[in-house]
């Protein structure tokens, strides 16, 4: 294998990490998909087509993954209580940002897998839209439909939690 | 005649949100012209923006964590990674058992109708069926055994616990699971239903622990893949109409990959009880995918 092509997965594994994480909410199982994903990767990399951007590849591979690592973990969800929340998210030491951390994560947890999965891929990777579709494996419509259910999902978390119009009051512990 | 400003839509709020704009600065002006003039809207794109930084942000230091050195050797020494289905284990099973005693955990039992010949199906199986202690004969030059011959081990009792693969986001959802019994060789089989169009999976066992590339068959408009890995042979017949499947040979095989041994029953796991003939009593209902249980194997 050239080391042309480690250097340039190697170069994304903090994304797929972060993605990953951002999925599962689990470090341990994000890791774990990650791992899958590059074995899998240099498994089939005669599969890569050197005209297509290495970083859709990458995603297209880690998107199945925690597809097949979501159905056999399904008894295994993560609650979305705040702990979790709280353990899932750096925590600023601005108390206000600190707040809208924990909603953003939480107004993340209610969407369904896939709503979640594009919002990521736009929102946090910064892709465009046609590269989601082929990450994903649907039309680009479909990614247009899923982040518009997903956005109106997120005002309405916004708009009905209460929680989100009275910020959290955190308790100080000695 | 009709302005840019009327030209703006849905779409472009959101490209224009997302920061998609930023190399068209034609549209983009347009679109800052047309949030001018709708505050409504405005503040839509406003809060879009707005949770895409809260994302961001609350995900920022994630790229700044160091990444453990099991995923760089990952990368830089693949060749130390082992198999999902290891040889060294399916060696362990017992080829001279295999036949004896099947336990399929499975779900539904239908009537819907097998679409590919019963002579291909056979063929197929027994192509991976053969002796054990000979030397697979492959009917492709593009075929490749790799692995070794199953060694017997009757006192031992074994689980193979293989992903039902899901295949909804390619449009197609499982509709039927039944075991089917071709040529002597027993089988699962997986019906996946499309809006015009239907793929079936077969799964079966080999009585060698070997794996083979992919190899393809036509037969009346129908395409067959077929390919083993370790103990278990797979065929997925889809119609050479529909090319929207033509990623599902490659899909379905990812997924099956999956597959990994058990050390112990799973709860609800019948056993020998649940032997080749026994169906689900709640046989009929069709089943979504997002709830699709493995299928779990037992070698005697």
Request: aromatic share 6%; with cysteine.
């Amino acid at each position: 294998m050239s080391d042309e092509l480690k250097w340039m997965i190697e170069r994304q594994i903090p994304h797929l990490r972060r993605y990953a994480f951002a999925l599962t909410r689990d470090r341990d199982m994000a890791d774990e998909i990650v791992q899958d994903c590059l074995e899998r990767a240099l498994r089939k990399r005669h599969l890569w087509q050197r005209r297509g951007s290495i970083r859709s590849w990458l995603f297209r591979i880690l998107y199945r993954q925690s597809i097949d690592h979501h159905r056999k973990m399904r008894t295994d969800v993560v609650s979305a209580d705040t702990e979790v929340i709280d353990n899932a998210v750096n925590q600023p030491a601005n108390q206000e940002a600190r707040v809208d951390y924990l909603k953003i994560a939480e107004a993340l947890e209610q969407l369904p897998t896939d709503q979640r999965a594009v919002l990521l891929l736009a929102a946090l990777e910064g892709m465009p839209y046609d590269e989601i579709a082929e990450i994903v494996g649907v039309p680009v419509g479909t990614v247009r439909s899923r982040l518009s259910r997903a956005r109106e999902s997120l005002r309405q978390f916004r708009e009905f939690t209460p929680s989100a119009k009275e910020p959290v009051k955190l308790r100080m512990v000695k | 005649m009709t302005s840019a400003l009327d030209d703006i839509c849905e779409i472009d709020l959101m490209a224009y949100a997302d920061g998609l704009l930023d190399d068209d600065t034609a549209r983009k002006a347009a679109v800052e012209a047309y949030l001018e003039a709708n505050p409504v809207d405005a503040a839509r794109v406003q809060d879009i923006m707005r949770d895409n930084e809260a994302i961001r942000d609350a995900y920022a230091g994630e790229l700044h964590r160091p990444v453990p050195a099991r995923l760089l050797r990952a990368v830089r020494e693949p060749e130390r990674r082992q198999r999902n289905l290891p040889t060294s284990i399916a060696a362990s099973l017992a080829a001279a058992t295999l036949a004896a005693g099947i336990g399929w955990y499975a779900g539904q039992h239908g009537d819907e109708a097998v679409t590919v010949s019963r002579e291909l199906l056979q063929e197929i199986a027994g192509h991976y069926s053969d002796n054990a202690g000979t030397q697979m004969a492959m009917g492709a030059g593009t075929a490749q055994a790799i692995g070794g011959t199953l060694i017997s081990s009757p006192s031992r009792s074994v689980l193979l616990e293989v992903p039902l693969p899901d295949l909804s986001v390619n449009g197609y959802e499982l509709t039927q699971r039944k075991r089917v019994e071709i040529g002597g060789h027993d089988m699962m089989h997986l019906v996946y239903r499309a809006d015009d169009s239907t793929v079936n999976l077969f799964m079966h066992l080999n009585q060698r622990a070997e794996s083979a590339s992919m190899i393809h068959a036509e037969e009346d408009g129908l395409t067959v893949h077929h390919w083993s890995d370790g103990p278990m042979g797979y065929a997925l017949a889809v119609e050479d109409r529909d090319k929207g499947a033509q990623q599902l040979p490659e899909v379905v095989r990812d997924a099956v990959e999956q597959a990994h041994f058990l050390d112990e029953a799973p709860a609800g796991f019948g056993g020998e009880s649940d032997s080749i003939a026994s169906e689900d009593p709640a046989g009929g209902t069709q089943q979504p995918s997002s709830t699709i249980p493995p299928v779990q194997h037992q070698f005697n």
